[in-house]
């Protein structure tokens, strides 16, 4: 018997170990989805030039939430997503329609639409970043408390 429960007991941990399982990672809109497919990637990076067609401080029905800039390219129109803080607090993005950016993101497919997920923003010489390294929207504090930051090493110079 003792045997037995020996032999289940590790034939169980090896299933275990072995079974596949899909890694999940938390969306901000409280489901789940498969990190491996929709992660952001740095080195997928791209930076695209166009001019703003439209400014969106919330989602248009059917888009990811959050707010957008619609950008007419030399290769069409693209959907770029600022997230949900992108035109929220100090240092939020300063944009209008008819003005010439430079955006450096991401491509992804969200609810079967290419969408372009802004990583930093480049207006007029200004530069605005969005999202962090891993793709997570930056708050206006910690834009703030970057902000602070930078303004300190300037006064210890």
Do not use: C, W
């Not at 300063?94 to 969408?115: F, H, L, M, N, R």
């Amino acid at each position: 018997m003792k045997r037995l429960a020996t032999g289940l007991s590790t034939l169980a941990i090896f299933f275990l170990i072995s079974s596949p399982r899909p890694v999940q990672a938390q969306t901000t809109s409280g489901g789940t989805r498969a990190a491996g497919s929709r992660a952001y990637e740095v080195t997928g990076e791209v930076t695209i030039t166009g001019t703003v067609s439209g400014v969106l401080m919330k989602a248009a029905p059917g888009m990811i939430v959050g707010s957008h800039l619609l950008l007419a390219t030399p290769s069409g129109a693209v959907d770029a997503s600022l997230g949900r803080f992108g035109f929220e607090g100090a240092g939020a993005v300063s944009v209008a329609a008819g003005q010439q950016i430079e955006a450096t993101g991401v491509v992804k497919t969200i609810q079967d639409q290419p969408i372009f997920l802004v990583r930093t923003v480049k207006v007029g010489g200004q530069v605005y970043t969005i999202r962090n390294q891993h793709g997570f929207p930056v708050s206006p504090q910690a834009r703030e408390r970057a902000g602070q930051k930078t303004s300190q090493k300037g006064e210890s110079r």
